[in-house]
């Protein structure tokens, strides 16, 4: 009962420093908004895959404790009742539903309202911009902005002939799968996911691999080539944490690799996405060759 009072209390408090803050133009989402929100993402399911897969896991709109379980902020056609234009996920991390910078904005108010701290924020480049033009004044600096990612797609069969060694792994691959994602998730963001002793990043790796989620080239001692599915849903998978040991890059061996992750990936849903720093030119060369076409371009800002 004291637990339910405490998050009733915060739910009151961040309900009236959104609305404040935004003048009324954001609020927390209620699970009467479950419909709403899931017709919102289903305009765009493939953009969207990363709030798709909290859905599918039977999640509604409304909190379901504090903010640490996460929050679905909305805003609504003030000429449409029930109407939602724009939604965004906030937990540990803020993903908009919503390609436009205003919207984006507005979310940043509300965001900076609830006083919380986060991990990142990533999606549409406009509305994670517009989000970040208002954070930016908060209390945590951000470690790094990419500020234009290329979102990119595949509906067909790689265009490139596959690597045939390149499989889905297994339980009694975890001890060369983990060391290969460490390295990755540590080379793209400049910390190890296992430094601080937690077993949350082995966790997440276990079960990647016990959901048929990652992929490998398997070498003497270590992988030669992973990726995973990060995101799984009806609509699309979206390919992360792709990587290849140092020394045999620019070898040739990364696109037969992805081709036969892509043809995988098309097995599980009819669209594989990925998105990728634009800088990384190397990368998506790599992509094109196999066949993925920019589609979209996301923004990721990292605290």
């Known amino acids: 009962m004291r637990h339910l009072t405490r998050t009733l209390r915060w739910l009151m408090d961040a309900e009236e420093a959104v609305a404040a803050a935004t003048g009324d133009t954001v609020r927390i989402l209620a699970n009467s908004d479950t ?5 919102l993402v289903a305009q765009d399911p493939i953009t969207n895959a990363y709030v798709q897969s909290i859905l599918d896991t039977g999640r509604r709109a409304g909190p379901i404790g504090g903010f640490a379980r996460g929050i679905f902020l909305g805003i609504f056609d003030v000429n449409r009742p029930g109407a939602l234009v ?3 996920w906030a937990g540990a991390n803020i993903v908009p539903v919503t390609s436009d910078p205003d919207h984006g904005a507005y979310f940043g108010q509300a965001l900076s309202a609830l006083n919380e701290s986060f991990g990142s924020i990533f999606g549409p480049q406009s ?10 004044f908060g209390p945590q600096p951000a470690r790094d902005i990419r500020r234009d990612q290329p979102f990119m797609t595949i509906t067909d069969q790689a265009a490139i002939t596959p690597n045939p060694s390149v499989r889905l792994a297994i339980e009694a691959d975890y001890d060369a799968v983990l060391p290969a ?17 937690s077993n949350g990043y082995r966790l997440r790796v276990r079960q990647l691999i ?5 992929m490998i080239e398997p070498g003497q001692r270590s992988v030669t080539f992973k990726a995973d599915f990060g995101i799984v849903t009806d609509h699309a998978v979206q390919i992360q944490g792709v990587w290849i040991p140092s020394e045999s890059r620019g070898l040739g061996r990364a696109a037969p690799g992805m081709a036969a992750v892509v043809n995988y990936g098309l097995t599980l849903a009819p669209v594989v996405s990925l998105y990728v720093n634009d800088f990384n030119t190397a990368a998506i060369r790599t992509y094109q060759r196999v066949g993925f076409d920019t589609v979209d371009h996301f923004a990721t800002v990292l605290f």
Do not use: N
């Not at 419909?35 to 017709?39: D, N, P, Q, R, S």
């Not at 016990?210 to 990652?214: I, K, P, Q």
């Open 210 to 214: 016990a959901r048929g989620h990652t």
């Open 127 to 136: 509305a994670v911009l517009g989000i970040w033009d208002v954070l930016q």
């Open 181 to 197: 994602s460490v390295a990755m998730f540590t080379e793209e963001l400049g910390y190890s996911p296992v430094a601080d002793g």
């Open 86 to 88: 724009a939604a965004c």
């Open 35 to 39: 419909t709403a929100l899931g017709k």
